[in-house]
């Protein structure tokens, strides 16, 4: 885990936020490459979950909601987790964290468990005598809810289908910890999916599936990935059922997404609470009811950090090693690094003309500095799954030669041919 966080921050993935101030715990920057990689992540989701399918639409809301948002959806009430303290040290904890009722590090005598709500507090007004606390969404579902009579009629959608939103949501976590696994401030890809009750169960299986193929598809370890049953007595108050898919990180296992069974709890508390009507009326069936609502809700922050542990990679080539980020060519966030074989005899700037054309149909990066042998490792550290390398024959006959990351395997093609190539192997599309 040490390297890969070494190499998010050495190689412009991902940075402690407002580091020159010394950070701040449990809030993250993505740097050059972590935003682009997190950007295609959230697009081959929305590819996938919406764009392929007629049953889905999407949503963008605002970060901030009316407070009674919050009440109504119970996190006022029930947001809670268990806090206690070290009487010695004054570390705080999270009681199910602990494995032993003392400090893990000090051995010092902890206070009595208290609730402590994780919501994130604001104000909204010009001054403070008239300014309304609000809070900063700790979940992104809420929005969905209470934007769910206004998306199916003016979409025209029909029970069974679902709202999608890719957003920020924020929590004040006690321990924020294992680099951006869990943090203050995260992004998650959210899907409410509304059915009739009697076929929640049938529509929860097949969410299951679908999922789990997503993640095969974006290159995680099937072996390294696990579906978690949440006992009754642990579910959250909204859920008749829940189940995680885990992934094992190097720190042990950790949730990747959760698939939510939540009934018609949320709309039925969002009727009571507004005084609206949120029942769905179906004209074919002449029936008016409450859908229930199956949630598969991810975390792009998380499955991030999922690709980068089980893309990261050291390998021994010619006795050297060499380090390798083997991501999935579409999630890549450089496809294609145009490399001269020198600099001079006018190889540079016939390199720099072809990079620019490439960079029309995906993104590129040129690299003069160094010899080719390094230029390649520095692109494979980042998971740029093709270098192209233009050497003196290029001159003479318009070819160059292609580097696969991952084989190393080395394919002479016209020049004209490479956007094409480049592009059909790092589609979104698949058989």
């Not at 999407?58 to 909601?65: A, V, Y």
């Not at 909204?124 to 934007?147: H, K, M, W």
């Amino acid at each position: 885990m040490e390297n890969i966080v070494s190499l998010c921050k050495r190689r412009g993935f991902i940075f402690q936020s407002s580091g020159i101030y010394g950070g701040i715990n449990g809030c993250w920057d993505f740097g050059p490459m972590g935003v682009e990689l997190k950007r295609n992540l959230k697009e081959d989701w929305w590819y996938n979950f919406v764009q392929q399918r007629q049953d889905i639409v999407g949503l963008d809301s605002s970060i901030i909601m009316h407070p009674d948002v919050w009440v109504a959806s119970g996190h006022v009430e029930e947001f809670h987790d268990m806090l206690v303290d070290c009487k010695e040290c004054r570390k705080r904890y999270r009681a199910d964290h602990l494995e032993t009722d003392v400090c893990p590090e000090c051995g010092g005598e902890l206070t009595e468990p208290r609730a402590f709500n994780m919501m994130l507090k604001t104000r909204l007004g010009a001054n403070d005598e008239t300014a309304v606390e609000t809070y900063l969404r700790p979940e992104t579902c809420q929005s969905i809810f209470v934007n769910f009579k206004e998306v199916y009629s003016s979409s025209r959608m029909q029970v069974p289908f679902g709202i999608a939103q890719i957003g920020k949501a924020f929590r004040n976590e006690i321990n924020p910890r294992n680099f951006i696994f869990r943090s203050r401030e995260f992004e998650q890809m959210e899907i409410e999916y509304f059915c009739r009750a009697e076929n929640e169960d049938e529509v929860f299986e097949q969410w299951k599936k679908d999922i789990w193929q997503w993640y095969l598809d974006i290159g995680i370890t099937e072996s390294k990935l696990r579906w978690f049953s949440h006992p009754k007595e642990s579910l959250a108050h909204y859920s008749s059922r829940t189940e995680d898919v885990e992934y094992e990180f190097p720190f042990g296992w950790g949730e990747l997404q959760g698939l939510a069974n939540r009934g018609t709890f949320d709309l039925k508390q969002h009727t009571e609470h507004s005084g609206k009507d949120l029942s769905f009326f179906s004209q074919q069936e002449n029936e008016r009811y409450i859908p229930s609502v199956i949630e598969p809700s991810a975390g792009a922050d998380r499955t991030t950090l999922a690709i980068l542990c089980d893309a990261y990679c050291e390998e021994e080539v010619d006795g050297d090693k060499r380090t390798v980020l083997k991501l999935q060519p579409n999630l890549a966030p450089i496809k294609a690094a145009v490399l001269p074989l020198v600099k001079k005899d006018g190889l540079a700037e016939m390199a720099q003309d072809f990079e620019k054309q490439l960079r029309k149909k995906f993104n590129t990066f040129y690299d003069q500095a160094g010899a080719i042998g390094r230029r390649y490792r520095r692109m494979d550290e980042v998971g740029t799954p093709f270098c192209i390398c233009l050497d003196y024959d290029s001159k003479e006959d318009n070819t160059v030669t292609v580097r696969e990351r991952d084989s190393m395997e080395q394919t002479r093609m016209p020049m004209a041919e490479v956007g094409d190539y480049i592009a059909q192997r790092c589609s979104n599309e698949r058989d």
